[in-house]
């Protein structure tokens, strides 16, 4: 059984910084891309950043230069480091795992970040 648990999330005021953590089992985690998307309330879910089985990251624009993804195979878990946090930042942040083939895509619970002005 696939299990994706997202931790981390929290209320911070504007300016300060937050790590997400995504720790998956029943996966070979090294294979998977692993992504974070958010959901905004009254808006779709967005991708937010990811990060490939080599390691390349992408992120969205909103984020470049504040947020980094990491990854640390041995612990089968994803990070999501957030600096500089703005209140649009503000939003349920969902862990994603997507493999080699379309049936392998996987999605956390989420965990919510509310950033005060």
């Known amino acids: 059984q696939v299990q994706l648990v997202e931790s981390g999330g929290g209320l911070v005021q504007a300016g300060g910084s937050l790590r997400l953590s995504c720790a998956a089992s029943g996966i070979i985690f090294s294979v998977y891309t692993m992504g974070w998307y958010r959901q905004a309330p009254g808006k779709q879910r967005e991708l937010v950043a990811s990060i490939t089985r080599g390691g390349s990251t992408n992120y969205a624009d909103s984020v470049k230069g504040r947020f980094t993804i990491s990854r640390d195979n041995a612990k089968s878990t994803v990070y999501l480091q957030m600096n500089n946090l703005k209140p649009e930042d503000t939003a349920v942040y969902y862990c994603?795992?997507?493999?080699?083939?379309?049936?392998?895509?996987?999605w956390g619970k989420g965990t919510l970040v509310t950033v005060s002005s």
């Open positions: 994603n795992a997507r493999g080699l083939i379309v049936q392998q895509d996987y």
